[in-house]
Structure formats: structure tokens, C-alpha cells
């Protein structure tokens, strides 16, 4: 089973930048499709962006060209890079093991909160 350690969050304003750390325990995150979620109050988590073993990256339109997702295979770590965040943006973001059909490996960690506010 796969341990999940989110940092990086904050308060922020409109048009700020941040950046997300997750780090995995174990030995196979190199070979693992990693994905970003995130979950504003009172609404589903969703997945946000995703990085495959092999580098390729796909986003929510809502996030295409502001996020960009990253992995150091060497770090057990995988990254999200927001900027141009907007207040819709505000959630709790997890990262996880990403499974085909939706489905994720790992349990949940405790994620770490993001809000965009002036």
C-alpha cells in the first residue's frame, strides 16, 4: 500500500502562484500514473491533472496552460505548479495513485489546502 504526504498549500491571491509537493512511500512510484485532485466545500474531489510513467500530462480544461504537473521519479515526488490562480481554484488538493476507470491505489492522505482570495 502507498503512503500519501500532500504540502505546498496556502493562502493566496488572485493571480498568485503556488506549488504542490506529494510524496509516495514504497518503491514502484516510478512506474505509477499519478494524478492531482482537488475538493472545493461542499462539492465531489476531482482529478484535476495527471503525469503516466512515461511523462505524458493531461489537464481539466479549467487548469490547461495556468497548471503544469511534474515528477521526480528520484524523489518519490510528483508536483503541481499553479499560477494565475483564480478563486475557483479554493480546495483541498490530494494527490494519488491513478487507476484506469477512475479508480485510485493509495488511500487518501490529508491534503493540503489551497485558497485564492484577496
Known amino acids: 500500500q502507498v503512503q500519501l504526504v500532500e504540502s505546498g498549500g496556502g493562502l493566496v491571491q488572485p493571480g498568485g502562484s503556488l506549488r504542490l509537493s506529494c510524496t509516495a512511500s514504497?518503491?514502484?512510484?516510478?512506474?505509477?500514473?499519478m494524478g492531482w485532485y482537488r475538493q472545493a466545500p461542499g462539492k465531489q474531489r476531482d482529478l484535476v491533472a495527471t503525469?503516466?510513467?512515461?511523462?505524458?500530462?493531461n489537464y481539466i480544461d479549467s487548469v490547461k496552460g495556468r497548471f503544469t504537473i511534474s515528477r521526480d521519479n528520484a524523489k518519490n515526488t510528483v508536483y503541481l505548479q499553479m499560477n494565475s490562480l483564480k478563486p475557483e481554484d479554493t480546495a483541498v488538493y490530494y494527490c494519488?495513485?491513478?487507476?484506469?476507470?477512475?479508480?485510485?491505489?493509495?488511500?487518501w492522505g490529508q491534503g493540503t489546502q489551497v485558497t485564492v482570495s484577496s
Open positions: 503525469i503516466t510513467s512515461g511523462g505524458s500530462t
Open positions: 514504497g518503491s514502484m512510484f516510478s512506474i505509477y500514473t
Open positions: 494519488n495513485v491513478k487507476l484506469n476507470g477512475g479508480a485510485v491505489f493509495g488511500p
